[in-house]
T-cell receptor, first 111, second 111 residues
Framework: DAGITQSPRYKITETGRQVTLMCHQT?????MFWYRQDLGHGLRLIYY???????DKGEVPDGYVVSRSKTENFPLTLESATRSQTSVYFC??????????FGSGTRLTVV | RKEVEQDPGPFNVPEGATVAFNCTYS??????FFWYRQDCRKEPKLLMS???SGNEDGRFTAQLNRASQYISLLIRDSKLSDSATYLC????????????FGRGTSLIVHP
């Protein structure tokens, strides 16, 4: 099915562990994004990518790593998870100035 | 001044009421504008784009006021199912597809 999918939907991990959140889109959109959403902060951009092999930092990139070897995939890695990274993570994609399509989110809890 | 500001609400209205939200933005060069709807614990979904000439989709009307730098969303004949958080998003223009999101306005429609 066409769309944007995130996995896993829920994840509990321990402080210090490496965690990778997956994002896959089937539209071949050029742009892909990672946001985190926390109460009191709204959506905050972590990283974005304008095309394969092109990534750039957003507002809150520290502690995160991304890659985009293929247009359709944009994984987000927490290198050493901290409790402050407990959040809901949304991936999104777009092709032009017609607005985003978001994935259904990953709820990450770091204990 | 924050780049994009919204009244967090909640706006508590009875079914059938008309309700309007505003979203102010600080970058006068902003080029494109959007409204998203986000249900509790779900991803934001694009509701409508906001054009200079205004945009209407059924009970929903979005308008842009460049002089005062705000966009608005009007919902007529509110339904219980309209209860959600409404996020505005503003693209800075200049070829950037990286919008800034407001923190959202919560709407509760009650019987």
């Amino acid at each position: 099915d066409a769309g944007i999918t995130q996995s896993p939907r829920y994840k509990i991990t321990e402080t210090g562990r490496q965690v990778t959140l997956m994002c896959h889109q089937t539209w071949s959109h050029s742009y892909m994004f990672w946001y985190r959403q926390d109460l009191g902060h709204g959506l905050r951009l972590i990283y974005y990518s304008a095309a394969a092999d092109i990534t750039d930092k957003g507002e809150v990139p520290d502690g995160y790593v991304v890659s985009r070897s293929k247009t359709e995939n944009f994984p987000l890695t927490l290198e050493s998870a901290t409790r402050s990274q407990t959040s809901v993570y949304f991936c999104a994609s777009s092709e032009s100035e017609v607005g985003y399509t978001f994935g259904s989110g990953t709820r990450l809890t770091v204990v | 001044r924050k780049e994009v500001e919204q009244d967090p609400g909640p706006f508590n209205v009875p079914e059938g009421a008309t309700v309007a939200f505003n979203c102010t933005y600080s970058n006068s060069a902003s080029q494109s504008f959007f409204w998203y709807r986000q249900d509790c614990r779900k991803e934001p979904k694009l509701l409508m784009s906001v054009y200079s000439s205004g945009n209407e989709d059924g009970r929903f009307t979005a308008q842009l006021n460049r002089a005062s730098q705000y966009i608005s969303l009007l919902i007529r004949d509110s339904k219980l199912s309209d209860s959600a958080t409404y996020l505005c998003a503003v693209n800075p223009g200049g070829g950037s597809y990286i919008p800034t999101f407001g923190r959202g306005t919560s709407l509760i429609v009650h019987p």
